[in-house]
């Protein structure tokens, strides 16, 4: 599930899920592992539960973003495990992991911090010192630097085992119940959104309604959500939409086609999945990001070169110093001419026009005298 490495240190720490506890409540069974040289020393326990996976990768992105939805300190309702933030820089976060004095290795474990992170953070061993001032008597801390472009990987390895081990076992996803492999099974209606300075690909695909519309005000739209960067690629079909939040974006594209700031410089949703952001305009092109969250998040940081470059440089003088991963994170960047704004215009007509009023609206429409197609 998790891996932590401190090469300076020859230490790695790994989190493994054996599975449930039991049969009835959501606690996991994990395997710590802690190596160091030709030392290992393992453990296990019920340090997590199924619910709280996620938090750890939700962490990690947070402290990256300066935007975390927890404090510095991340803890669980098992206390046999915490981890927590001291220093960032724009290459790296540097993070320890505090265990309980029953679950550390029976060897003596060394850790140089000041050599260790010094690259990353000249002060660091102060603040090490200092977490190790607060720190329990009955617990220790292990301190590891995690590359940025690594939070991807763990994220995508924490997926994995959310869905291994679903934090609501017990009941059904709604989602689930639908027999979608026959709507699968068809192609539906794509917007494709391409930017070839970064050989970036963005497939927006629409099936229709999840279930056949009744009654329900609760009508969601099947979607699937593909971003390709030569050999990476990250897929999710979900429920990330409603009827009136497709066309929503079908009225931003075209407000921002017109060159005119839309109702919003972003456009956000019930469900946190996708978002679309403007970031500025001139007479040829309209440059707009597009960001991915919860299922639908990258399993990889893209490459991307900023669209000015071209000013300057011409694509094939483009190089890898010439990029930087913190000019837009994990958004995927498109500049949009009138050309490209039409064809995906085109599309987004044709996912609206798929989908025919639920009878609760068309009830209404008759209730209030107008017309109804």
Request: with cysteine.
């Amino acid at each position: 599930m998790l891996t932590l490495r401190n090469e300076y240190d020859d230490l790695t720490l790994s989190l493994s899920v054996i599975g449930f506890t039991n049969d009835n409540d959501e606690s996991l069974e994990v395997k710590v592992e802690v190596k160091q040289g030709d030392n290992v020393f393992t453990t296990s326990g019920p340090f997590l539960e199924a619910k709280e996976t996620w938090k750890i990768s939700r962490w990690l992105e947070g402290i990256f973003r300066n935007n975390s939805p927890h404090t510095t300190d991340l803890f669980f309702n098992n206390t046999l495990i915490s981890f927590h933030y001291l220093a960032a820089t724009k290459e790296a976060i540097i993070i320890s992991v505090q265990l309980n004095i029953n679950d550390i290795p029976d060897f003596k474990v060394d850790q140089d911090i000041e050599n260790s992170f010094s690259n990353y953070y000249p002060n660091i061993s102060d603040v090490a010192a200092n977490r190790n001032n607060e720190c329990p008597a009955d617990k220790k801390h292990f301190y590891f630097a995690i590359k940025w472009l690594d939070i991807p990987v763990i994220r995508k390895s924490i997926k994995s085992t959310g869905e291994e081990y679903p934090l609501s076992r017990n009941e059904e996803d709604e989602f689930l119940k639908v027999d979608k492999s026959e709507k699968l099974s068809k192609t539906g209606i794509s917007a494709v959104f391409r930017n070839d300075l970064n050989d970036l690909t963005f497939k927006f695909t629409s099936f229709g309604y999840t279930r056949e519309i009744d009654s329900s005000h609760d009508d969601w739209i099947t979607t699937r959500l593909e971003v390709i960067q030569g050999d990476n690629r990250t897929s999710d079909t979900g429920e990330h939409l409603q009827p009136y939040e497709l066309r929503s974006i079908l009225d931003w594209f075209k407000t921002l086609s017109k060159r005119r700031l839309p109702f919003g410089r972003s456009l956000h949703f019930l469900e946190p999945n996708i978002s679309f952001h403007f970031f500025g305009a001139n007479r040829k092109w309209v440059l707009i990001g597009i960001e991915l969250g919860l299922e639908s998040e990258l399993d990889f940081i893209p490459v991307q070169f900023h669209p000015g470059d071209l000013k300057y440089k011409k694509r094939e003088d483009l190089k890898e110093s010439d990029f930087s991963y913190h000019d837009f994170g994990e958004m995927i960047i498109f500049n949009l001419s009138l050309s490209d704004f039409k064809v995906i215009i085109e599309k987004l007509e044709e996912m609206v026009a798929e989908l025919p009023d639920p009878p609760w609206v068309q009830e209404n429409l008759k209730n209030s005298n107008l017309p109804v197609d």
